[in-house]
RNA sequence: GGCGAGGUAGCUCAGUUGGUAGAGCAGCGGACUGAAAAUUCGCGUGUCGUCGGUUCGAUCCCGACCCUUGCCA
């Protein structure tokens, strides 16, 4: 088959790099990205019942249990038989991290890792051999997958720390620390006013004497992933019915029955789009009328940062849909490029 | 119908003592290494309601008209 030799190239490469890192274990994936509301999650299902495949969802909102109507997260119903990892991870009042998904998927992927050929054969549906679909939207998570992210958790404080130093002297306390430290990384660093950045760079020097820099596994040119897009227009006129329905389906009754069992939620929780607006709502600071147009707003502006993340830091196959196109009708088509790529390797740290 | 206020970017508005205009939001593009649905950077020509008048020159002053809005009838 044309797969075999498509991916022969692909894999002597990764071999290469897995030598000089002390990755120990492969596992094999197949993956679907795109931006909100493109209907990604009703594809990997088709494609998860048809080849006998897990799913593995990307997504930092899907992680937090409770949280459903608002994330768009696949019911029971919609999910069947096809088991799931990287959903429903934490309460909303716990804080969540790309590390903790990281450590979360590693796991899923020991599991499947056991189950691959590390070399040779990979067709698109091993027989008998379940494999694993990665879909979802939150390309950071995806590039940490395949590309190997630095790993190191700060001990705790040490962020606190900075942004202590944030809270009293602004962005310029942070840069001139940076500065100080690390002149020349500083010299190029790739957005100076981002407090976020800054402060995550301070605490990486601090903890690993190092800082962001080259990812652990340069494999972006052998990792093709699927992208999922629609015209502008479409992809806006499906965001806005779709917030709709989260109204009509219970949305403020979720999030009130939420907020009864999680008085208070994590940073990360409390901004998730939707959640935020309801909780205003429901605070009688902002109308429902306001709220869906803020709800649509934000998430316009999510899917245009997405696209924006896929075209320029991932390897990526567009997928060009039109919203009259049937999930199964684009199930197929991703399989096809599936067939053509075939799955991607993923190397698992530890 | 009378009196007042207003009609400027997709929206909300600022402004020009007359030399053809700029903010916020939206939109578009970019960045992104453990907060990522986060955070952050860049991009502003639009018959200044319409038609006349004054003027070297009008979006600005004057007049008429159209529309919106408030109060009084």
Redesign the pocket.
């Known amino acids: 088959m044309t797969d075999t030799t498509l991916g022969q190239p692909r894999l002597k490469h990764q071999k290469q790099d897995r030598s000089k890192d002390s990755i120990t274990s492969t596992a094999t994936a197949f993956i679907l990205a795109g931006a909100?509301a493109t209907g990604k999650t009703a594809v990997a299902q088709i494609l998860a019942e048809q080849m006998g495949c897990s799913i593995l969802s990307a997504?930092?909102?899907?992680v937090y249990k409770g949280m459903d109507i608002?994330?768009?997260k696949p019911t029971v119903a919609d999910r069947g038989d096809i088991p799931y990892a990287g959903i429903d991870l934490v309460t909303p009042a716990e804080?969540?991290?790309?590390?903790?998904w990281?450590?979360s998927a590693t796991s899923v992927l020991k599991a499947f890792g056991q189950q691959q050929p590390t070399t040779g054969t990979h067709t698109v549906t091993p027989q008998g051999k379940p494999s694993l679909i990665v879909v979802g939207?939150?390309?950071?998570?995806i590039k940490a997958l395949t590309d190997g992210?630095?790993?190191?958790?700060?001990p705790p404080g040490i962020?606190e720390k900075w942004?202590l130093v944030f809270d009293h002297s602004g962005i310029s306390g942070l840069q001139s620390e940076l500065r100080q430290r690390a002149p020349e990384a500083f010299a190029s660093f790739?957005?100076p006013?981002?407090?976020?950045?800054l402060?995550?760079a301070l605490e990486?020097l601090e903890t690993m004497g190092t800082l962001?820099?080259?990812?652990?596994t340069n494999s972006a040119s052998a990792t093709t992933v699927i992208v999922l897009s629609l015209p502008?227009e479409q992809l806006h006129r499906r965001i806005a019915r779709r917030v709709d329905q989260m109204f009509q389906t219970g949305f403020i009754e979720e999030v009130r029955a939420l907020r009864k069992a999680y008085p208070v939620w994590s940073?990360?929780a409390a901004?998730?789009?939707?959640y935020e607006e309801v909780c205003a709502l429901l605070d009688n600071t902002l109308t429902q009328e306001a709220a869906r147009e803020k709800m649509i707003?934000?998430?316009?502006?999510?899917a245009?940062?997405?696209?924006?993340?896929f075209?320029?830091?991932t390897q990526a196959h567009w997928l060009m849909l039109t919203e009259h196109d049937t999930p199964h009708a684009i199930a197929e088509r991703v399989y096809e490029l599936w067939r053509h790529y075939g799955p991607t390797t993923i190397h698992i740290p530890g």
């Open positions: 909100t997504d930092a909102m899907l608002g994330t768009a804080p969540f991290s790309t590390g903790r990281i450590e939207g939150t390309g950071l998570y992210m630095q790993s190191a958790v700060a962020r942004q790739p957005d006013s981002n407090p976020r950045r402060l995550r990486q962001p820099g080259q990812w652990k502008r940073a990360t901004k998730a789009i939707g707003i934000r998430t316009r502006q999510l245009k940062r997405q696209e924006t993340w075209r320029h830091q």
